[in-house]
């Protein structure tokens, strides 16, 4: 079958004024969004979403986890589909367009296959997965982590919030439960459209980012306990201050990433200080730290050091320290012939382009263990995300949508 011809290009300006309607639910305090997982306001997301999927032509399915799959048939059914996707959640004071460029993106391939009457030999399904972000209920990626079984559904059910709401009571008080059963669904190839969240194609001056590999993480969630007491009569050499501890920590994090470079990256971002008092030490801390590289030697590594020397450092100052790791996903290779065949889009239609690796996690990674997976990424100003200052351009969202058509075009087949 040939190839899709360049002329072949999504509505740009509908596209935008998707991205822009999304934006108003669930909007944050700096112009941004506020639209967190398993919310009213995620509620209402997928409401609208689900209309216009509705209005142009798609059927809508739903699992246990609440992924969203709409879905336009093929010419073939009995053909495996091709989906495409992302997230439509957000952190609290996140951007306009993390994972929701890649729903609405998927949703824009539909209207356009629509508007030019093109029919594909296989069906095509846009997906929203459920609670990417992971702010709510920790571990991020985790309705495409139940869906390619690396959680149970029951776990995830059980994850609960800061205020001790399960995710699965949230879930169904949403209205957004379905009974379909989660990871039945088999694909022929998933492609996921995101911003970068990083600076390197705006600095290149790069028009697409071809993801061949994604970074692994390991979260530590470390609980470090001391001893409350009075600031102002507690002795230096008798306090048991556990933001001590957490701020030896912090500066190991700092250390076992520098000792990686240019390969890794680590930080402690989530903290909860307790009691929280200005004027009580602080009898305990539980933080998150943040380890990544897309080679699994190094983030063996990184732990491994972390592991080593994170007890001694609390112990050296009398307090005790514990950790979990809650958010963990080995570094994906997406698969060649699906990153080649993005490669091939972006050179179709003109745009440049670069090979690049993801410095976050994506659904895709998860997805990648079940299904022939890539990712497109275009640029966002200075890198800026998870920031309710995020932007992108208009052009940027077109042409990363543009190479998502006809990636997904040239996958699914044009029916003779």
Not at 211 to 222: A, D, K, N, P, S
């Amino acid at each position: 079958m040939a190839a899709p011809g360049e002329n072949l290009r999504i509505n740009g300006e509908r596209l935008w004024t998707s991205l822009e309607d999304m934006a108003r639910i669930g909007p944050g305090v700096a112009g941004g969004n506020n639209r967190q997982a398993l919310t009213d306001e995620d509620a209402e997301g997928r409401a609208l979403f689900q209309s216009w999927c509705e209005a142009a032509g798609l059927t809508m399915g739903l699992d246990e986890m609440g992924n969203m799959f709409a879905r336009r048939e093929g010419t073939d059914p009995e053909a495996l589909p091709v989906y495409m996707g992302s997230h439509l959640d957000t952190q609290p004071t996140g951007g306009k367009y993390d994972g929701v460029l890649g729903v609405l993106g998927a949703l824009e391939v539909m209207r356009s296959l629509n508007d030019l009457d093109i029919r594909t030999r296989r069906p095509i399904v846009a997906v929203n997965w459920t609670n990417e972000e992971g702010t709510r209920f920790a571990p991020a990626m985790l309705a495409s982590g139940v869906f390619a079984g690396v959680h149970g559904r029951d776990w995830a059910y059980d994850r609960a919030d800061a205020e001790g709401r399960r995710f699965g009571d949230e879930l169904e008080r949403i209205g957004w439960k379905g009974e379909e059963p989660v990871g039945q669904r088999r694909m022929h190839a998933m492609f996921e459209l995101h911003i970068e969240q990083g600076p390197i194609l705006e600095a290149e001056g790069r028009d697409i980012g071809v993801v061949t590999h994604g970074q692994g993480l390991r979260w530590i969630e470390c609980t470090v306990t001391g001893k409350e007491s009075h600031t102002g009569s507690t002795p230096m050499p008798m306090r048991r201050n556990a933001g001590r501890g957490m701020a030896r920590i912090t500066e190991l994090v700092h250390e076992i990433a520098m000792a990686h470079q240019p390969d890794a990256v680590g930080a402690i971002g989530h903290v909860d200080v307790y009691p929280n008092s200005r004027n009580i030490i602080p009898g305990r801390v539980v933080f998150t730290v943040d380890f990544r590289s897309h080679r699994p030697e190094v983030l063996a590594a990184m732990l491994e050091a972390f592991e080593a020397k994170a007890p001694g450092l609390c112990e050296e100052i009398g307090v005790g320290l514990e950790t979990e790791i809650v958010g963990q996903f080995d570094p994906p290779a997406f698969d060649e012939t699906c990153v080649a065949t993005v490669r091939r889009a972006a050179e179709r239609l003109g745009y440049s382009h670069m090979d690049i690796v993801s410095g976050a996690g994506h659904d895709a990674c998860w997805v990648n263990d079940v299904a022939p997976t890539a990712m497109i990424m275009c640029p966002c100003v200075d890198g800026l995300s998870h920031n309710e200052a995020e932007e992108i351009t208009r052009d940027w969202a077109a042409a990363g949508t543009d190479v998502l058509f006809h990636a997904v075009l040239e996958t699914a087949g044009i029916a003779g």
